[in-house]
Structures are given as structure tokens and as C-alpha cells.
């Protein structure tokens, strides 16, 4: 089993910044690959950006170049920083794993990022 803990998010107007963390812990073969993904209402969640333990990145097009991942293995964090924050990226914010790039297998509890314009 692994455990996703979210910290981090809130609220923050339009054009600034907000950082997310994520801590892992059971199985490291469940968290090769940790990332975000978000839900508005009445949406679909959709990945945001995913990094493997290798550091390798996968980022959605509507936050490439302006949300950045990272993570560290020696903590099992990672930690999504987003800047030039829009409206449009109000949503719930969940931390997950996989051992592949597949899909996702575990998932944090949420946590709730409001930008207000």
C-alpha cells in the first residue's frame, strides 16, 4: 500500500504563485512515477505534471511554462511550484503514483487551489 499526504494550495489571485507537496510512503515500487493531477467542477481530471524517480517530466499543455515539478527521492516528495497563475486553474489538486507512466495508482486526498481574478 502506499500513503499520499498533500500539503500546500489555497487561494491567490490571478498572476501569483502557490506551491504543492506530496509525501509517499510503503511500497517505493508504487511511487516510480509521482505527479498532480486536477478536477474542476464538472470536469475531468486531467494531468497536470508527472516526474519519474529517474527525473523525468510529463507536464499539461496548459501549464507548460508555468508550473514546475520536482521531486526528492531521498524524501519521496514531490512538489509542484505554480506561477502566472490563471483562473481557469482553480480546481482540486491530487497527488498520485504509479510504478509506470501508465496510469495512475494511488491517490492523495485532495487538496483544494482557488485563483481568484
Known amino acids: 500500500q502506499v500513503q499520499l499526504v498533500e500539503s500546500g494550495g489555497g487561494s491567490v489571485q490571478a498572476g501569483g504563485s502557490l506551491r504543492l507537496s506530496c509525501v509517499a510512503s510503503?511500497?517505493?515500487?508504487?511511487?516510480?512515477?509521482m505527479g498532480w493531477y486536477r478536477q474542476a467542477p464538472g470536469n475531468q481530471r486531467e494531468l497536470v505534471a508527472g516526474i519519474s524517480s529517474s527525473g523525468r517530466t510529463n507536464y499539461g499543455d496548459s501549464v507548460k511554462g508555468r508550473f514546475t515539478i520536482s521531486r526528492d527521492n531521498a524524501k519521496n516528495t514531490v512538489t509542484l511550484q505554480m506561477s502566472s497563475l490563471k483562473p481557469e486553474d482553480t480546481a482540486v489538486y491530487y497527488c498520485?503514483?504509479?510504478?509506470?507512466?501508465?496510469?495512475?495508482?494511488?491517490w492523495g486526498q485532495g487538496t483544494q487551489v482557488t485563483v481568484s481574478s
Open positions: 510503503g511500497s517505493i515500487f508504487r511511487f516510480i512515477v
Open positions: 498520485y503514483s504509479a510504478n509506470n507512466w501508465s496510469r495512475p495508482e494511488y
